[in-house]
C-alpha cells in the first residue's frame, strides 16, 4: 500500500520559515493536500492541488511537489500557525493516504 | 451555510456493529462534484481514511478495513451512513465526516463535521 512519511515535529521560531515535507513512492505525479488540525478541532485544509491555497488561507502558507517530495512552507511563522499538519493523496491502489502528521511549535 | 454533523453511539462493545450518521446541510448529496468521505482518529494518532460515496453512489473503501465497511446515503435526508462490524477498542477514535468538491479523487475535503467520538470497550 502507498504510504506518505512526515516528521513528527518541526520548531521554528517566531517570524521564521517553517519547512514541513512530506515523502512518497513518486509523490510529484500525484496531487497533494496539506491540512492544519489545531487542538480540539477538525482538519482544515490549507493547500490543495500543491501550491493552490482555499480562500481565507495566508499567502505566507505556500506548497510545492516534485520528485518523491511535498513541502509545505510557512513564512513569517506565527503563533497561530502552531498545529499539527497532515498531507494527503490518492493512490489508485490504496486509495485517500494520509501522512502520520508533523507537530509543528512556534517557539 | 455548508455544514457536516456525525452522530451515533459514543461507546460501543466488542464484537458490536458501529453506525454512524453524517448529516448534510447547504449542498445536496446529489450534486455531480460532491462527495462525502469517513475519516477516523485514534487519539492522539493520524488521520486514516476509511470510506467515500460519491454523488452516482459509486462506492471507495479502505482496502484493510474493506470487508468490515459499508457507506451508503440517504439523499432525501441528506446523510450519509457508515456501518463498521466486528469493533475492537484499536478502533476507539473520533470519526469524522468530511465533503469533497470535484470531480477528481485528488480534490480536497473542503468541509469536515466536529468528530464524533467512539470508545470501544465492555
Known amino acids: 500500500s502507498y504510504e506518505l512519511t512526515q516528521p513528527p515535529s518541526v520548531s521554528v521560531s517566531p517570524g521564521q520559515t517553517a519547512t514541513i515535507t512530506c515523502s512518497g513512492d513518486?509523490?510529484?505525479?500525484?496531487?497533494v493536500c496539506w491540512y492544519q488540525q489545531k487542538p480540539g478541532q477538525s482538519p482544515v485544509v490549507v493547500i490543495y492541488q500543491d501550491t493552490k491555497r482555499p480562500s481565507g488561507i495566508p499567502e505566507r502558507i505556500s506548497g510545492s511537489n516534485s520528485g518523491n517530495t511535498a513541502t509545505l512552507t510557512i513564512s513569517g511563522t506565527q503563533t497561530m500557525d502552531e498545529a499539527d499538519y497532515y498531507c494527503?493523496?490518492?493512490?489508485?491502489?490504496?486509495?485517500?493516504?494520509f501522512g502520520g502528521g508533523t507537530k509543528l511549535t512556534v517557539l | 451555510q455548508v455544514t457536516l454533523k456525525e452522530s451515533g453511539p459514543v461507546l460501543v462493545k466488542p464484537t458490536e456493529t458501529l453506525t454512524l450518521t453524517c448529516t448534510v446541510s447547504g449542498f445536496s448529496l446529489s450534486n455531480a462534484r460532491m462527495g462525502v468521505s469517513w475519516i477516523r482518529q485514534p487519539p492522539g494518532k493520524a488521520l486514516e481514511w476509511l470510506a467515500h460515496?460519491?454523488?452516482?453512489?459509486?462506492?471507495s473503501y479502505f482496502r484493510s478495513l474493506r470487508n468490515r465497511l459499508t457507506i451508503s446515503k440517504d439523499t432525501a435526508k441528506s446523510q450519509v451512513v457508515l456501518t463498521m462490524t466486528n469493533m475492537d477498542p484499536v478502533d476507539t477514535a473520533t470519526y469524522y465526516c468530511?465533503?469533497?468538491?470535484?470531480?477528481?479523487?485528488?480534490?480536497?475535503?473542503?468541509?469536515w463535521g466536529q468528530g464524533t467520538m467512539v470508545t470501544v470497550s465492555s
Open positions: 460515496i460519491y454523488s452516482n453512489d459509486e462506492k
Open positions: 494527503q493523496a490518492w493512490d489508485s491502489s490504496t486509495g485517500v493516504v
Open positions: 468530511a465533503r469533497r468538491t470535484g470531480s477528481s479523487a485528488s480534490d480536497p475535503f473542503d468541509i
Open positions: 513518486k509523490l510529484g505525479d500525484k496531487y
